[in-house]
């Protein structure tokens, strides 16, 4: 059955964890984990209704694409042809252009899937040459839940022409419940020695790879996250907050740790898994507390913070960051499994 974007769909599970989306951008539209002492609160940032979620920030829990984060100057080069996406964020395209992925009506469909209490496939073909991208990419994302609390995301995409693919989710987690003011007490521990730091002059990533030790950077030891966006450190300045790549210490070889947040005041926690070999790290900087998201509560600065899985920023333009290139006959593979704790 054809699907309309205010469709809406749950997964649930017997620990009292439910997760809904809806069909427009498969955006999360609200993720309720029970506290440490039982109690259910919607952990993500987000707006009440899927009408609200519609008028907002449409990057808001939803699935970007083709290429989630930035590449400079909207520009690549693939096999001796220079390609021009949009230009959608200063000098850079971002997370898919002007309609990417988290825009688009996505087909959702029950399925069956072992282990789960839950499962859905959402699918997309997007056309030769959608937002400038070479080749026709066939998407499918699997949405599932576990009894383990595991709320688990795989990407497959095939292409028809050589492109290039960096698929994202962005969900803003706050495990004090959205609504509370921000995630500053949240500590956070990161699998990750190294990251990406952002040149100032391309506003992305442009090639350097940066040990995190002994800067702000450094999440190798559980730290709040207020300890790191109120540092004077030059690229938390830059971007006033976290909204970096870490470099994850296991290189997307195999499924793993990737990074673990934790709420002293709720004793919630959550763990994030990939086999991707990056991790951006966003903390709403940008969030001015002009929107009103649920419960009617402003949504401020550092009201959530987004881990989202994915190869690095700009790596169309970075020999030396992971391939991002998918060819006819390949297919892209990205699990990222946020387990709730
Ligand atoms: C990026 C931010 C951007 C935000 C938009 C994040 O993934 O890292 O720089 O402002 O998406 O929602």
Not at 136 to 158: C, G, K, M
Not at 325 to 332: A, D, K, N, W
Request: proline share 4%; net charge negative; glycine share 10%.
């Amino acid at each position: 059955m054809a699907q309309k974007a205010t469709d809406t769909f749950s997964l649930k599970n017997n620990n009292n964890v439910e997760i809904t989306f809806a069909a427009h951008g498969g955006r999360l539209l609200s993720v309720k984990v029970p506290s440490a002492s039982g109690e259910v609160d919607d952990v993500l940032i987000g707006y009440d209704t899927v009408e609200e979620a519609l008028k907002g920030d449409l990057f808001f829990g939803a699935l970007c694409g083709r290429f989630a984060n930035r590449v400079s100057k909207g520009q690549f080069e693939l096999d001796g042809e220079t390609i021009q996406l949009d230009v959608n964020n200063g000098p850079n395209h971002l997370h898919g252009g002007n309609e990417g992925f988290n825009q688009r009506l996505w087909t959702v469909k029950s399925i069956d899937k072992e282990g789960c209490t839950s499962a859905f496939r959402l699918s997309l073909v997007s056309p030769d040459g959608d937002q400038k991208y070479p080749g026709e990419l066939s998407v499918n994302v699997t949405y599932s839940l576990n009894d383990d609390n595991e709320f688990r995301i795989e990407y497959e995409a095939e292409t028809t022409k050589p492109t290039i693919i960096n698929l994202t989710s962005h969900p803003y987690f706050n495990l004090e419940g959205a609504g509370t003011p921000d995630v500053l007490d949240h500590k956070l521990k990161l699998e990750a020695g190294n990251y990406t730091p952002i040149d100032p002059e391309l506003e992305t990533c442009g090639g350097e790879i940066a040990l995190t030790k002994g800067t702000a950077m450094d999440f190798t030891s559980e730290k709040t996250i207020g300890e790191a966006v109120k540092s004077d450190f030059d690229q938390i300045k830059l971007v006033d907050g976290l909204d970096h790549n870490f470099v994850l210490d296991q290189e997307g070889k195999s499924l793993g740790l990737a990074a673990r947040l934790t709420s002293p005041k709720s004793g919630r926690a959550l763990e994030v898994y990939t086999d991707q070999p990056g991790l951006q790290v966003y903390t709403g900087n940008h969030f001015d507390g002009s929107e009103k998201g649920k419960g009617g509560a402003a949504i401020d600065k550092y009201a959530g913070v987004a881990l989202e899985t994915q190869i690095f920023p700009n790596s169309p333009n970075c020999d030396n960051f992971p391939n991002a290139v998918l060819r006819p006959g390949e297919t892209y593979k990205h699990t990222c499994i946020y387990k709730f704790i």
